[in-house]
């Protein structure tokens, strides 16, 4: 009986060693799951965290979209007196018609003798028109040869006096760089003309075709037309 009764408590003792060593064990077990559910919920929610700081900072850096700004409403013409659209079509036929120039326009346009437009209304006429005047220039000296028979240092300077066309220098020099003319015709048709209504001797004729105060013609081109007489 003595031998069961301690066999008994070995066995007791050896039981109670054993669900201690569960407990102890079972318990850091448990502590350590439950430590590693803990760290893992932690770091999951660190990590949405730091998504969460990314997203913030990726809308912070990430440049706004352009807004489309309204167009602005065009604003409307201011009126235009009567007087100067006046002034603009009667430019407008000066230039179409009688290839005058700007300048030509603007002083006829004001003139006491001519239109007396005021100065405003002839001048928003020659800021406003559309004109080429270098064409105008060209048609001008076109009709200085074939009518008049002048010659290309007559005909440059005529569109260029203050009391002639008023051309600006370059234009005229366009115009008569580019005007189609037989000089030496024209210098002939002159002599002509001084010869049958002036009665001047051949020599009077050559000084008169080349003087600076006369006709401008060139030596060669005098020499042609008393030659040709």
Do not use: C
Not at 34 to 54: D, F, G, I, L, V
Not at 183 to 198: D, F, I
């Amino acid at each position: 009986m003595k031998f069961i009764g301690g066999l008994l408590k070995k066995v007791g003792i050896a039981f109670a060693v054993l669900v201690l060593i569960a407990v102890v064990f079972g318990g850091g077990s448990g502590e350590k799951s439950s430590s590693s559910n803990s760290n893992k919920k932690e770091e999951a929610a660190a990590s949405q965290e730091s998504k969460n700081e990314e997203k913030a900072e990726s809308k912070e850096e990430a440049p706004a979209e352009a807004k489309a700004e309204p167009e602005p409403e065009p604003e409307p013409e201011p009126d235009v007196p009567v007087e100067y659209t006046s002034a603009l079509k009667k430019a407008e036929s000066y230039s179409d018609i009688m290839y005058m120039s700007k300048q030509g326009i603007y002083d006829q346009l004001t003139s006491e003798y001519g239109d007396k437009f005021s100065a405003e209304a002839a001048q928003y006429a020659v800021d406003n028109m559309e004109a080429d005047w270098n064409k105008n220039a060209l048609k001008k000296a076109e009709q200085y040869s074939d009518t008049m028979y002048m010659s290309k240092q007559g005909i440059y300077d005529q569109l260029i006096s203050e009391h002639g066309e008023k051309f600006e220098p370059d234009q005229a020099q366009y115009a008569v760089d580019n005007v189609e003319a037989d000089w030496n015709a024209n210098a002939l048709a002159k002599a002509k003309t001084y010869q049958e209504t002036m009665s001047m001797s051949p020599e009077a004729i050559r000084d008169q075709l080349t003087s600076e105060y006369g006709e401008k013609f060139t030596q060669e081109e005098a020499d042609y037309a008393i030659q040709n007489l």
